[in-house]
T-cell receptor, first 115, second 113 residues
């Protein structure tokens, strides 16, 4: 597809379980971003990849959260020992990168519910 | 870090221009002004950005004051589909903090028939 694709669109998990959220960026976009959005709030920054490396992971709330982008394309956000407070919409975005357009294009998000 | 201030809500009649203000009095010389919007249950959508000159594209116009401490997003002919939360963001265009967009709470624009 032409846009950023996130799977699954919805995920319900039990407290304490491990989850993986996937993001397929727009082809050719070297920059990839993860955000999360709680109800009634704007999206909050989690991590930014330039290529395969995390250029800025200062938004990850704690060490239960981890993200990878091994081949510089698809990225996976991993959450260990999920807690009810992790429930939110997790948004992924991509852009051409620092030498190209900097407009970030967002996916539809994955709604994570921890019960 | 709240770098922008926006009114929480605004209304606009369909077909009229919607003018959404944003204050960014602490903006740095290398920071751009970006606008995004988020329609209910969708991801944010890029609208426009600028550094100091006014900008226009097929979606909107961006007017930045000469001192760069405030800006206005203009939707020239608002439609019902423009009902959304509009976010004004300041960010650098280079470096490791490129990805860090601070969205805040934005302005809920409601376009009524």
């Amino acid at each position: 597809g032409a846009g950023v694709s996130q799977t699954p669109s919805n995920k319900v998990t039990e407290k304490g379980k491990y989850v993986e959220l996937r993001c397929d960026p727009i082809s050719g976009h070297t920059a990839l971003y993860w955000y999360r959005q709680s109800l009634g709030q704007g999206p909050e920054f989690l991590i930014y990849f330039q290529g395969t490396g995390a250029a800025d992971d200062s938004g990850l709330p704690n060490d239960r959260f981890f993200a990878v982008r091994p081949e510089g394309s698809v990225s996976t956000l991993k959450i260990q020992r999920t807690e009810r407070g992790d429930s939110a919409v997790y948004l992924c975005a991509s852009s051409l990168g620092p030498t190209g357009g900097t407009e970030a294009f967002f996916g539809q998000g994955t709604r994570l519910t921890v019960v | 870090d709240a770098k922008t201030t926006q009114p929480p809500s605004m209304d606009c009649a369909e077909g009229r221009a919607a003018n959404l203000p944003c204050n960014h009095s602490t903006i740095s010389g290398n920071e751009y002004v970006y606008w995004y919007r988020q329609i209910h249950s969708q991801g944010p959508q890029y609208i426009i950005h600028g550094l100091k000159n006014n900008e226009t594209n097929e979606m909107a116009s961006l007017i930045i004051t000469e001192d760069r401490k405030s800006s206005t997003l203009i939707l020239p002919h608002a439609t019902l589909r423009d009902t959304a939360v509009y976010y004004c963001i300041v960010r650098v265009n280079r470096g490791s903090t490129l990805g860090r967009l601070y969205f805040g709470r934005g302005t809920q624009l409601t376009v009524w028939p």
